[in-house]
């Protein structure tokens, strides 16, 4: 009897793992080509971009937050990344006269365009008191206009070979946007479980006024939670832009959702104080398991959406379930 | 049958929670027209019994007779449809929705097109409005009522469902003593109409005055029934603890040193004026008055939760510049909050985030990361040094008794080794056991030095415990009084309602 509970409670746990590598099996037994090396890694790599902003959003939404605004963020980011990274070859240069700038230039202003931008959706949700919904929600449309304007709605491209080693290079074996994506998965762990800023920002999701008696700057906690999740932007910007070796200003439209859905699958609670990094990663991969399979299974791309949305929600149902039996 | 002679007949009702025994046989009857009361330390079975009742919970075993009939297996909705009512604790009205769409949420009337009737849900809670004296437009929003209004409405929803039985749950605790009296005319208004109330209260003086009957319960059993007029206010104490009363303060006389905390002509711009004390090292300093007089506010204002318009605070002889609790903190103060809920606990984190979060500058390891181990020590230190009964520092501390929330509460604030604890409501909320051993603790604190602020609103506790007690009445401070043997409540009282004022 014990037993059976302890096994079950580790299923209620760890429910969303089994179900990923349900997926796995599955996959690799109705198609070889699934299991190859070079699949799995295609299936990483596809998964950075989101499965980055995705890291940034769990912090968010720990904290009892949503950010509405990443995917534009993100495109924002990469066209400017995108104007300072153009080879001299470029047939079209956004800056006509500028010399060939090394790459930690555009990885710089792309990260601190996202810090910026995420700066100002903490600024006014600590600072105003707006709820973030609404703060995110008119950030996300600011955004997008700006990286329309700032490229008058054209592509940037051919850029500089370094930029093209961001996206397409590997590192031991290894493809550059997965070694980032893991470089970005330990930073955000350390950050949320290993520091005082990470344990307060749980306090804050859990109980802002508890968190305010405590002695926790409530305002700086957030402040720092919305900057964390646009560098996350930034450096998911910089990927995106490495792996198409352009940028274009209608970029990562709607990745936002992508990166709230995958935060969910992987447990983390829309109430607050609840959620882990891991739990983000597995969310990840379902999803990109999941299109990933069904584009081998030649699934309609339409169906895929249905899919996936259903999914989404099963997760969701599955996991108040979990929390509701705890209380 | 022969059960026909009372409405209400619960007979050997047991609930098993997983791990607990919340009901272990409780039998209850409650006759037509009668206002029941029941009293019992908090977790002692009162609310799990009426959950039980009104079909929130199914009973584990145990039978409910109803109006001569044996009812089981029936949801809230049924309940209601049979006539047993509830009036919880917190209300929990749609507050921007106008009296009427409360009252009849869930069985709006409805026109021949199937759409809601307006006019007709207005006419009948006009009628229900004027049963119970409530002189309000139907159409009046419930957010610009009172708390007493609001309960008022509770109780003409209660009755438009003609309630054979209607069971307040501490319907006093946000009332007026004005409103309490119009409450306890509906009461008896209702019960010369035959409708019979259970009456759940923590104030003994308001039983005297309203119920004809009262069950004492104690650790999930009834442990007497008796007619009100049989019974004296110790007795019942006595059958609610388990013990006398005086074995419950362990307070020691400790060694008073120099002053620590002086706050000179405080004031806040709304809740109170004036307000000048000492407190000194070792001292335990209580604070009386009634609900409303400003206590919690002085200590919030002083803590930097609530900005003060004039007045000085001084600590260790320096003046002390405080705006914030992050301020109150540096100056070494700590603040148990009286709404554990919420302002103490963070519900889903475990004990150990709970202790830690003011602290974890202590437990930062050489490159500025949170050392796990330590805060596992750490909190593990208070855990055995305070007695936390917990299966592990993991845990959510929503599972843990209020007691022992309590406790980590205490924990967090020692852990910042505070000068000065500011302690709001110390025990409210907690059982008769976890009450003793807070107050053994809040002992040992003076004891070691700690100068100790307790607001409280149960005289016997400030009685039991203080060195000297400042007593409020509307934002002023009437009394500074040293305790002794011969100072009695009926004296704080006279301080606590104006009637007598030192200042």
């Known amino acids: ?327 | 049958m022969e059960k026909e002679k009372d409405l209400l007949q619960m007979v050997n009702i047991e609930k098993n929670f997983p791990g607990v025994k919340a009901l272990k046989g409780v039998n209850l009857n409650v006759g037509y027209g009668e206002v029941h009361a029941l009293v019992g330390e908090n977790g002692a079975g009162k609310s799990t019994l009426m959950k039980c009742l009104i079909g929130l919970y199914p009973v584990s075993s145990g039978d409910i007779y109803f109006a001569g009939k044996k009812i089981e297996h029936y949801s809230t909705a049924q309940a209601l449809t049979m006539g047993i009512s509830m009036i919880h604790q917190e209300l929990s009205p749609v507050l921007y929705r106008p009296i009427m769409e409360n009252l009849w949420l869930g069985r709006e009337p409805l026109n021949r097109f199937g759409l809601v009737d307006h006019q007709e849900m207005y006419n009948k809670s006009l009628r229900v409005l004027q049963e119970i004296e409530l002189d309000e437009d139907p159409r009046t929003l419930m957010v610009n009522l009172t708390v007493a209004k609001m309960q008022m409405v509770e109780i003409a929803k209660a009755i438009s469902y003609d309630a054979k039985l209607i069971i307040m749950d501490e319907p006093s605790s946000a009332l007026t003593e004005h409103e309490e009296q119009q409450l306890f005319k509906i009461i008896r208004k209702l019960k010369k109409q035959g409708t019979s109330i259970i009456y759940i209260s923590h104030r003994l003086a308001e039983i005297f005055e309203i119920a004809d009957k009262v069950t004492v319960f104690r650790d999930g059993k009834n442990v007497g029934t008796e007619a009100i007029d049989q019974l004296t206010m110790d007795q019942i104490i006595t059958m609610m603890i388990g013990r006398t009363m005086d074995e419950m303060y362990p307070k020691i006389p400790c060694t008073i040193g120099e002053t620590i905390l002086e706050v000179k002509n405080l004031s806040h711009k709304k809740y109170f004026h004036n307000i000048s004390f000492e407190v000194r090292k070792g001292e335990i300093f209580g604070i009386a008055g009634l609900v409303g007089a400003g206590r919690t506010e002085v200590i919030e204002t002083i803590f930097g939760m609530r900005p003060k318009i004039s007045g000085e605070i001084w600590i260790n002889g320096k003046l002390a510049e405080i705006n914030s609790p992050m301020d109150g903190i540096a100056n070494k103060m700590g603040f148990l909050t009286e709404d554990r809920r919420a302002t103490g606990i963070f519900a889903v984190l475990g004990v150990d985030s709970n202790i830690a979060i003011p602290n974890y500058d202590q437990f930062l390891s050489k490159i500025g990361l949170v050392d796990d181990r330590a805060v596992t020590k750490g909190c593990n230190e208070f855990v055995e040094k305070i007695q936390i009964k917990t299966p592990s520092l993991k845990q959510a501390i929503q599972n843990l008794s209020g007691g022992n929330q309590q406790k980590v509460l205490m924990a967090r604030w020692l852990m910042t080794g505070p000068d000065i604890l500011f302690l709001d409501e110390p025990t409210r909320g907690i059982d008769v056991g976890a009450k003793a051993e807070i107050y053994k603790l809040i002992t040992m604190l003076a004891s070691e030095g700690k100068c100790i602020v307790m607001v409280s609103s149960e005289l016997p506790e400030i009685l039991g415990m203080s060195d000297r007690i400042m007593v409020m009445h509307e934002g002023k401070m009437t009394g500074l009084l040293e305790n002794s043997s011969d100072l009695t409540q009926d004296t704080i009282m006279r301080y606590a309602t104006g009637t007598q004022d030192d200042f």
Not at chain 1, 99 to 127: D, H, M, Q, R
Not at chain 1, 242 to 256: F, H, W
């Open chain 1, 1 to 327: 009897m014990k037993h059976q509970n302890r096994l079950q409670e580790i299923f209620t746990k760890y429910g969303i793992v089994f179900v990923l590598i349900v997926m796995i099996i599955a996959m690799s037994m109705i198609k070889p080509s699934f299991r190859t090396l070079n699949n799995i890694l295609n299936i990483l790599t596809q998964c950075s971009v989101y499965g980055i902003l995705a890291l940034g959003m769990t912090v968010v939404i720990v904290s009892k937050g949503i950010d509405l605004s990443v995917g534009s963020i993100l495109a924002l980011c990469a066209v400017i990344a995108a104007s300072l990274g153009q080879s001299s070859t470029a047939s079209t240069k956004y800056f006509a006269n500028m010399a060939e700038l090394p790459i930690i230039v555009p990885i710089l202003a792309g990260l601190l365009i996202g810090a910026i931008c995420g700066a100002i959706n903490g600024g006014l949700i600590a600072f105003t008191g707006i709820p973030a919904f609404i703060a995110t929600l008119g950030m996300m449309t600011i955004c997008r206009g700006f990286a329309y304007i700032y490229t008058s709605g054209k592509p940037v491209s051919t850029l500089i070979p370094s930029f093209e080693f961001i996206g397409q290079g590997r590192l031991l074996g290894i493809p550059m946007p997965v070694v980032i994506y893991l470089g970005m998965i330990i930073i955000t762990k350390i950050l949320l479980n290993n520091t005082r800023f990470g344990k307060r920002t749980f306090a804050v999701g859990g109980n802002i006024n508890a968190a305010e008696v405590s002695g926790v700057n409530v305002k700086k906690i957030l402040l720092w939670v919305y900057t964390y999740m646009g560098m996350c932007a930034g450096v998911a910007a910089i990927v995106s832009t490495g792996r198409m070796v352009s940028a274009q200003p209608g970029l990562a439209s709607g990745y936002e959702l992508t990166a709230i859905a995958s935060t969910t699958i992987g447990g983390t609670s829309q109430s607050g104080g609840i959620g882990t990094v891991w739990g983000a990663v597995v969310g990840a991969l379902v999803l990109s398991v999941m299109r990933n399979g069904m584009t081998i299974l030649g699934i309609q791309s339409y169906l895929q959406q249905i899919v996936e949305g259903v999914v989404i929600i099963v997760a969701v149902i599955l996991d108040m379930r979990k929390n509701a039996r705890k209380a």
